[in-house]
């Protein structure tokens, strides 16, 4: 069975300062990755998606994810984080395009200090 | 557009009650989720719906029945509530038809916060 699993529940980092967060998958087949960023009180939007070629992706804000499948990570990075960034973020892996069986990992909430 | 919608936002269950939750959609999207977020877990999926008049079981289904008579609207039932099913529920839903190299993605509602006392 897929699984994913973020090492980190919660992250404190400076404004102006890089962000990395981290998403390690289990999964047979070739992945379909993605992140998922959640404010305070919202439902989720999708930051990122990655099915195949270019292993470095970009995103909506600022937000870049690497693939790597020796390490079976798909780490979240943005390199000076703002005010705004302060929520929770959720790496997802699908079983297929067809996307209805997404398996969430545990979640990362993200502070931002001043 | 308003997307995903979900009814009500905020709930509050004495054990052994029942109630239902609504989702509405309006990009005429042919799948339909439903999960649940439970602190550390992230979401898990309790029952999706590939089309009208069709739902599955997702990973956590015990405890839930789901109605999709319409295909804008998607309902998840809990017949008798259950501390346990303390959550925040959210509601998804996607097209079918994968164009080449893309993928589907799940549009969320904004939640309902559930608490069975």
């Known amino acids: 069975a897929q699984s994913v699993t973020q090492p980190d529940i919660h992250i404190t980092v400076s404004e102006g300062a890089s962000l990395e967060l981290r998403c390690n998958y289990s999964?047979?087949?070739?992945?379909?990755l993605f992140w998922y960023v959640q404010s305070p009180g919202q439902g989720l939007q999708l930051l990122l998606k990655?099915?195949?070629?270019?292993?470095l992706v970009q995103g909506i804000k600022g937000f870049e994810a690497e693939f790597k499948r020796s390490q079976s990570s798909f780490n979240l990075r943005k390199p000076s984080v703002h005010w705004s960034d302060a929520a929770e973020y959720f790496c997802a892996v699908a079983q297929g395009a067809a996307g209805n069986k997404l398996t969430f990992g545990g979640g990362t909430r993200v502070l931002v200090k001043p | 557009n308003a997307g995903v919608t979900q009814t009500p936002k905020f709930r509050v269950l004495k054990t052994g009650q029942s109630m239902t939750l609504l989702c509405a959609q309006d990009m005429n999207h042919e799948y339909m989720y439903w999960y649940r977020q439970d602190p550390g877990m992230g979401l898990r999926l309790i029952h999706y719906?590939?089309?009208?008049?069709?739902?599955a079981k997702g990973e956590v289904p015990d405890g839930y029945n789901v109605s999709r008579l319409k295909k804008q609207n998607f309902l998840l039932g809990l017949e008798s509530a259950a501390p346990s099913q303390t959550s925040v529920y959210f509601c998804?839903?996607?097209?079918?038809?994968?164009?080449?190299?893309?993928?589907?993605?799940?549009?969320f509602g904004p939640g309902t916060r559930l608490t069975v006392l």
């Open positions: 998804a839903s996607s097209y079918s038809r994968v164009l080449a190299g893309d993928y589907n993605e799940q549009f």
């Open positions: 999964y047979g087949a070739t992945p379909y």
């Open positions: 990655y099915f195949s070629g270019d292993t």
């Open positions: 719906s590939v089309g009208e008049g069709t739902t």
